[in-house]
């Protein structure tokens, strides 16, 4: 689950983490009664969309009065804003966060995440941050700092020492980064998070450390035991299909190809994307219906794959274990009754029931080309993509 900047920083603050002053807006009017209860006569207005990218957007403007709050709020709010980091999607802009604006000297990157590689809990940091990190990262990867934290020891107060210098801090901003590090180890542990990043990590032109942005990921798998966390999803910012997959428990991931799937297991889905890749497709989506799927969410998830009108092909892989195929197919059959289907449908069935799953499609009268494997599933959904082309 991702996060708003603004919810970010309060789950920084609830860890001891100093952020600026910041109140959240829905309205022009609301954002200029925020900036005059900030000290100062600066403010930004900052686009609150799960992306970043912003600024490059003209989603994070700098404000000297509150009448160019109230024009800057104006203007963001109620339309979409695309980044490059929004993956193509426009994201709406419900809210704005009117936050103190400081003078920068130089911007930090600092980010934590679970590095599977090491398997540990991981810092990176870069002197060089700001919105041109990826460039950092790409061309100069020795500006970039690792850390692993042993597991059992933590994170240990002489490592966010050892940070401060290679980041070329001096003693005092060392010690404000070593409060900062430790509090975003003990809430990325105590949330289960996956991500948090801090771009910039900005050092002020009074020589404080300031944490002017900020990025959370969290587990989904954990949200269970986070109902603080689930408060705060925004599902205006997550892609509707997958919204729609999660409320029937479907593990879905909208793609950018045209090859719709629909397989069960995660391990299978993967391969099955794959393997359409390397028969020259692209697949539309991740989907795995579960071990356990009904007829109800075989119908829910053949749907969801038929909702995009970039699919040209759907590939269906099934291999029968606790599933049964004939199961399978009844949700194939009411899915298509019920919704229609203009596109070719390749369908390989092996395992449980299988003789079961094949009768019933073959009675069904639909159009459905039969695939014997996987390999001959995913060539003959890359054909009829190119047919229907
Ligand atoms: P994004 O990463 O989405 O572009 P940021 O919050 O990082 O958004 O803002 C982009 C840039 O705007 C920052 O790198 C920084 O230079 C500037 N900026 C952000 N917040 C402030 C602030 N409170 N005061 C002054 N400048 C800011
Ligand atoms: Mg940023």
């Not at 010690?175 to 900062?180: D, P, T, Y």
């Not at 991500?195 to 798998?221: F, I, Q, R």
């Not at 003789?355 to 494997?373: P, R, V, Y």
């Amino acid at each position: 689950m991702n996060f708003h900047e603004y919810q970010a920083k309060q789950l920084f603050a609830d860890y001891g983490i100093a952020v600026p002053a910041g109140r959240v807006a829905r309205s022009p009017e609301e954002a200029v009664d925020a900036a005059k209860a900030i000290p100062g006569d600066l403010w930004v207005v900052k686009a609150q969309i799960h992306a970043g990218g912003r600024g490059k957007a003209g989603g994070v403007k700098l404000a000297k009065t509150l009448d160019e709050v109230r024009e800057y709020a104006k203007a963001m709010l109620g339309t979409k804003m695309e980044t490059y980091q929004s993956a193509g999607v426009a994201l709406p802009i419900d809210s704005v966060l009117i936050s103190e604006g400081t003078d920068i000297d130089k911007e930090l990157y600092l980010s934590v995440l679970v590095d599977r590689g090491t398997q540990s809990i991981t810092f990176i940091a870069s002197s060089e941050g700001g919105v041109d990190i990826e460039q950092v990262a790409a061309e100069t990867p020795e500006k970039i700092q690792t850390l692993n934290v042993n597991y059992v020891q933590g994170l240990q107060p002489y490592q966010t020492r050892e940070m401060g210098f290679a980041l070329g801090l001096d003693a005092k901003q060392t010690g404000q980064l070593g409060k900062i590090m430790l509090g975003l180890f003990k809430l990325f542990n105590e949330k289960d998070l996956a991500l948090v990043e801090l771009n910039p990590l900005a050092v002020l032109t009074n020589g404080n450390l300031a944490v002017l942005d900020g990025k959370v990921n969290s587990d989904d798998n954990a949200s269970f035991r986070h109902a603080d966390l689930v408060a705060m999803r925004d599902i205006r910012q997550e892609d509707e299909t997958e919204v729609a997959a999660s409320q029937h428990d479907l593990n879905y991931v909208t793609m950018d190809g045209n090859i719709g799937c629909m397989v069960n297991g995660a391990g299978l889905a993967m391969a099955t994307m794959d393997v359409i890749k390397l028969n020259g497709g692209e697949p539309a989506n991740f989907l795995d219906v579960g071990g356990g799927a009904t007829k109800e969410r075989v119908t829910e998830a053949f749907k969801l794959i038929l909702s995009s009108d970039k699919v040209k092909a759907i590939f269906v892989n099934i291999f029968g274990g606790i599933v049964r195929n004939d199961v399978i197919a009844e949700g194939i059959i009411a899915a298509v009754k019920d919704v229609g289907v203009k596109v070719p449908v390749i369908v390989r069935l092996e395992g449980t029931k299988v003789e079961e799953g094949k009768k019933l499609l073959k009675e069904s009268g639909l159009a459905i080309i039969a695939a014997d494997d996987i390999n001959d599933g995913a060539r003959k959904a890359v054909e009829a993509v190119k047919q229907a082309a």
